[in-house]
């Protein structure tokens, strides 16, 4: 590449920065009026017909009921399922373009559109007050982790977190108490206590529900 090649990308990159500080502030502005949500991830490829789809549905109608508005990345699969179980109430849809997952999905009615997934994970931390995990591939676990590596860290408050569906997840979270836990010490035993595994809408609910009359309300700073 040439030098001139070189200042374009630095120039297109200086100009990049004003375009994610609008992403944040129309994310921010819109988010910050909702009110209480609780983020329901999982697989983009979930079908109607599979069972965690109407678990889904079930799960996000019950917060709903419960006063909470329901997060999604706004496309179609468990998304779709999220955003469909809280159609009546706050449902929204963080949406971004992926080749598989072009447009939102019917439910949102709170969407909010997004470029950079940095932008867009930002929101689904900041602006939750729990995490439903449903099966999913490996964007449902990088949001997963993110949520539980900020609150083992304390960069956010704690919150609850559901994986939803004990027969997917429970390797995993095996793998984690025998490597991670006692193989090599790299978590602490008070980090498992961040996660709890239900096959259960109202069980998953009532988690959230427990958790909140012993703890403040509040979005995250």
Known sequence: MTEKDWNEIRTNDSWAIFKIMSEFVEGYEKMARIGPCVSVFGSARTKPDNPYYEKAVETSRLLVES???????????????????????????????????????????????????????????????????????????????????????????????????????????????????????????????????TDDPEEAVEYINDFYERHPLRPNF
């Open 67 to 197: 006063g909470y508005g329901v997060i999604t990345g706004g496309g179609p699969g468990i998304m779709e399922a999220g955003n469909k179980g809280a159609a009546d109430g706050r449902s929204v849809g963080l949406n971004i373009v992926l080749p598989f997952e072009q447009s939102g999905n019917q439910y949102v009615n709170h969407p909010v559109d997004f470029d950079y997934f940095f932008v867009r994970k930002v929101m689904f931390v900041k602006y939750t007050q729990g995490f439903i995990t449903f099966p999913g591939g490996f964007g449902t676990l990088d949001e997963l982790f993110e949520a539980l590596t900020l609150m083992q860290t304390k960069k956010i408050d704690m919150k609850p977190v559901v994986l939803f569906g004990t027969e997917y997840w429970k390797g995993m979270v095996s793998w984690i108490e025998e490597a991670m836990l006692n193989m090599e010490g790299n978590i602490s035993l008070k980090d498992m206590d961040l996660l709890r595994m």
